[in-house]
Nanobody
Framework: QVQLVESGGGLVQPGGSLRLSCTGS????????IGWYRQAPGKQREMVAI???????IYADSVKGRFTISRDNAKNTVYLQMSSLKPDDTAVYYC?????????WGQGTQVTVSS
């Protein structure tokens, strides 16, 4: 059993930055590949970034060069550093385990980019 908790969301102006955290409990997060996803109102949930247990990363084209995914295994946490934020980045951001049965999701954290 894995529990994931996201934090760090909030309201930020365009061009600003936020760092989201995904902290795992129940089992050590270090053994899992973890993904960040987001869902904007009226849109499908989409992949933002993924980090493997070996540290390899994948990014959606829309966030390449602006977002960075990383992990601190000692803290059982995966981060999403978001910079140069745009209004289109407004969404609820979720983390989840990849390639597990079942898939574990966090409850999400709201990110709003607005002036």
């Amino acid at each position: 059993q894995v529990q994931l908790v996201e934090s760090g969301g909030g309201l930020v102006q365009p061009g600003g930055s936020l760092r989201l955290s995904c902290t795992g409990s129940g089992r050590f997060l270090v053994i899992y590949t973890i993904g960040w996803y987001r869902q904007a109102p009226g849109k499908q949930r989409e992949m933002v970034a993924i980090i493997t247990n070996g540290g390899s990363t994948i990014y959606a084209d829309s966030v390449k060069g602006r977002f960075t995914i990383s992990r601190d295994n000692a803290k059982n946490t995966v981060y999403l550093q978001m910079s140069s934020l745009k209004p289109d980045d407004t969404a609820v951001y979720y983390c989840r385990t990849e390639a597990t049965k079942p898939t574990y999701w966090g409850q999400g954290t709201q990110v709003t980019v607005s002036s």
